[in-house]
T-cell receptor, first 114, second 113 residues
Framework: KAGVTQTPRYLIKTRGQQVTLSCSPI?????VSWYQQTPGQGLQFLFE???????NKGNFPGRFSGRQFSNSRSEMNVSTLELGDSALYLC?????????????FGSGTQLSVL | QQQVKQSPQSLIVQKGGISIINCAYE??????FPWYQQFPGKGPALLIA?????SEKKEGRFTISFNKSAKQFSLHIMDSQPGDSATYFC????????????FGSGTRLQVQP
């Protein structure tokens, strides 16, 4: 079974631009969560989507948004990029049933904002 | 109240030794406590998890000890191997956000041969 796939692997943007990151969950997984990982703040929860609806949201500004498609694939968008948005963005998928708390992470998208 | 505090920040252990990483939490609503292992260039991978109805859970060389009254839990890696060298994160969540994990700051473990 293929794991969680995130594209692109690396991304370089400049301040003020916007960016879209993509995540394909494990087949059969309907929940997709996004996390931001930085050396200073560690791993922080961004949001979770299930059945195309945002189910939970972390403490991030509105510049961070996401969506989920009917095939469970998800995208996250960051608008008006700031230098502090440079981070590894991780997507995780999970079942929405017994054992659904187990998150399967992708390898992430490394975003650099210049 | 959402924090999970993890220590130590880094740890060096000799091959065959025991690695111990500690975490403490404040939010009493937390009821799920996983440990994740992350290698460079990879996303975190679930290692072992515990719920507060048990005080200990063991899977192979990995054991979680849980102290509900102290709001602390720890990971013990027995017979540590160089392949265990990675960053370890404790985490916690509640039933209102099962996948909204609150992570500790991470422990970089180095197992010397």
């Amino acid at each position: 079974k293929a794991g969680v796939t995130q594209t692109p692997r690396y991304l370089i943007k400049t301040r003020g631009q916007q960016v879209t990151l993509s995540c394909s969950p494990i087949s059969g997984h309907r929940s997709v969560s996004w996390y931001q990982q930085t050396p200073g703040q560690g791993l922080q929860f961004l949001f979770e989507y299930f059945s195309e609806t945002q189910r939970n949201k972390g403490n991030f500004p509105g510049r961070f948004s996401g969506r989920q498609f009917s095939n469970s694939r998800s995208e996250m968008n960051v608008s008006t990029l700031e230098l502090g948005d440079s981070a590894l963005y991780l997507c995780a998928s999970s079942l929405d049933s017994h054992g659904g708390e187990k998150l399967f992470f992708g390898s992430g998208t490394q975003l650099s904002v210049l | 109240q959402q924090q999970v505090k993890q220590s130590p920040q880094s740890l060096i252990v000799q091959k065959g030794g025991i690695s111990i990483i500690n975490c403490a939490y404040e939010n009493t609503a937390f009821d799920y406590f996983p440990w994740y292992q992350q290698f460079p260039g990879k996303g975190p991978a679930l290692l072992i998890a515990i719920r507060p109805d048990v005080s200990e859970k063991k899977e192979g060389r990995f054991t979680i000890s849980f102290n509900k009254s102290a709001k602390q839990f720890s990971l013990h890696i027995m017979d540590s191997q160089p392949g265990d060298s990675a960053t370890y994160f404790c985490a916690a969540s509640s039933d209102t956000g099962r996948r909204a994990l609150t992570f500790g700051s991470g422990t970089r473990l180095q197992v010397q041969p």
